[in-house]
C-alpha cells in the first residue's frame, strides 16, 4: 500500500513562506506524475502545481504562478518525494493543501495524503 504524507503546513503573515514536502511510503511505485492541490474552508478542492515525473516538467495555477514552486528530490531520493516553495504567501492562500500521486495505469490522480494546514494572516 502507497501513503503520502505531507508535512510543513503552519502559520505565516502575508508576505512570508513556507515550504511543503511531501513524501511516499509503503510499496514503491511509479508515477505518471504529482500534484498538489488545496482546499479553502467552503470552497472545491482545487488544482495548486504538479510535476510530470518522466521529464520533471511543472505546471501551475494561474493564482499561484510567480509565487509557487515545486520540486522533487529525483534521483537522489528515489522515493517519490515532491516539496512547495510557496513565497508571497497571501491571505487567500489559507487551505488544506494535499499531495497526490497519479501512479501509472491510473487516468487520474488515485492516491491522497492526510493534508496540512496552512494559515496565512494579514
Known amino acids: 500500500q502507497v501513503q503520502l504524507v505531507e508535512s510543513g503546513g503552519g502559520s505565516v503573515q502575508a508576505g512570508g513562506s513556507l515550504r511543503l514536502s511531501c513524501a511516499a511510503s509503503?510499496?514503491?511505485?511509479?508515477?505518471?506524475?504529482m500534484a498538489w492541490f488545496r482546499q479553502a474552508p467552503g470552497k472545491e478542492r482545487e488544482f495548486v502545481a504538479s510535476?510530470?515525473?518522466?521529464?520533471?516538467?511543472?505546471?501551475?495555477?494561474d493564482s499561484v504562478k510567480g509565487r509557487f514552486t515545486m520540486s522533487r528530490d529525483y534521483p537522489r531520493n528515489p522515493r517519490n518525494t515532491v516539496y512547495l516553495q510557496m513565497n508571497s504567501l497571501k491571505p487567500e492562500d489559507t487551505a488544506v493543501y494535499y499531495c497526490?500521486?497519479?501512479?501509472?495505469?491510473?487516468?487520474?490522480?488515485?492516491?491522497w495524503g492526510q493534508g496540512t494546514q496552512v494559515t496565512v494572516s494579514s
Open positions: 497526490a500521486a497519479q501512479q501509472v495505469g491510473s487516468s487520474n490522480y488515485n492516491t
Open positions: 509503503g510499496r514503491p511505485f511509479s508515477a505518471h506524475a
Open positions: 510535476i510530470r515525473w518522466a521529464n520533471g516538467d511543472t505546471y501551475y495555477a
